[in-house]
């Protein structure tokens, strides 16, 4: 396959991958982590058809790396894809942080209704006329 015509199908693969790895931001922002799970398999997909574009040894950089566009797109998928990273980390902090205040207010709420249940012993009333 001639070189241009390689590296034009490379950056159809990139702008897909580029839109793809926007609707993931868009996801991971709006918390709909199963249309997260989705568009991950969708990027690997797109990944495996670069990687069969070029197939490339272990350690080996494609030819059309230095190509100003090609860079451009790698590095403007990248960005994105730091991004969501940093915000799925800070969501999973606040997600952990919201559980352990869960867990100790349910711990302080058994703490509280067991001693209510200690201190009310059982009422005998009687009634007399």
């Known amino acids: 396959m001639p070189l241009m015509d390689q590296r034009s199908q490379l950056l159809g693969l990139l702008d897909k991958l580029k839109e793809l790895s926007r609707v993931e931001q868009q996801a991971v922002t709006e918390g709909d982590f199963s249309r997260v799970e989705q568009v ?22 494609s030819c059309h790396a230095a190509a100003e566009p090609v860079k451009q797109a790698v590095s403007e998928i990248m960005a ?22 869960q867990s100790q207010t349910r711990t302080t709420l058994r703490r509280v209704q067991g001693a209510y249940a200690r201190r009310l012993s059982p009422v005998h009333w009687e009634a007399s006329t």
């Open 40 to 61: 991950q398999d969708e990027k690997q997909l797109l990944r495996q058809r670069i990687d069969e574009l070029e197939p490339l040894p272990d350690g080996e950089v």
């Open 80 to 101: 994105m894809n730091q991004e969501s990273n940093q915000l799925l980390l800070r969501r999973m902090g606040a997600l952990k942080a919201e559980a352990e205040t």
